[in-house]
């Protein structure tokens, strides 16, 4: 199951992060929260080139120096996340979304966020094989379209 699959209100997620910000007291202005409903859109894991461009059509004066220091206090305070996929410029994600793995097309750099209770079970059995439980984990798979 992909991602895009799992329902998710755009507006409570927008909602929930601004409330995030304003608890710690960051301004939230309107470059943010372009930014932030641009996130809250996507599953592709968009550059910080790519956010300044689409935030663009939410017609807000957005330059690209802003995107990059507001991507900034955004992760540092914890509402994105930086993925940082071999062979790509960092992208990013909203932080509080489902769990989720990904799959990277190492020919186009596309990053496809799936979900699968069948490896994640299995995760779960290898680690209590070997006497753990998984505190974390993340599942990257670099992968080329086959061809048919």
């Given at each position: 199951?992909?991602?895009?699959?799992i329902e998710v209100?755009?507006a409570?997620?927008?909602?929930?992060?601004?409330?995030i910000?304003r608890?710690?007291?960051?301004?939230?202005?309107?470059?943010?929260?372009a930014?932030?409903?641009?996130?809250?859109?996507?599953?592709?894991?968009p550059?910080?080139?790519?956010l300044?461009e689409?935030?663009?059509?939410?017609?807000?004066?957005v330059?690209l120096?802003?995107?990059?220091?507001?991507?900034?206090?955004?992760e540092?305070r914890?509402?994105?996340?930086?993925?940082?996929?071999?062979?790509?410029?960092?992208r990013?994600?909203?932080a509080?979304r489902?769990?989720?793995?990904?799959l990277?097309d190492v020919?186009?750099?596309q990053?496809?966020?799936?979900?699968s209770?069948?490896?994640?079970a299995l995760?779960?059995?290898?680690?209590?094989?070997?006497?753990y439980?998984?505190v974390?984990h993340?599942?990257?798979?670099?992968?080329?379209?086959?061809?048919?």
């Amino acid at each position: 199951m992909t991602v895009d699959e799992i329902e998710v209100d755009n507006a409570d997620v927008i909602r929930e992060l601004e409330g995030i910000l304003r608890s710690q007291g960051v301004r939230v202005t309107r470059q943010r929260m372009a930014i932030l409903a641009v996130l809250a859109r996507t599953h592709d894991h968009p550059t910080v080139e790519e956010l300044h461009e689409r935030a663009k059509k939410f017609n807000v004066n957005v330059s690209l120096a802003t995107v990059y220091r507001t991507v900034a206090v955004l992760e540092e305070r914890g509402a994105i996340i930086r993925n940082e996929f071999e062979g790509t410029n960092a992208r990013y994600e909203i932080a509080n979304r489902p769990h989720h793995d990904h799959l990277i097309d190492v020919d186009s750099g596309q990053v496809i966020e799936f979900c699968s209770e069948e490896i994640e079970a299995l995760q779960e059995k290898i680690a209590k094989e070997l006497g753990y439980d998984i505190v974390y984990h993340r599942l990257e798979l670099y992968v080329k379209k086959r061809d048919v």
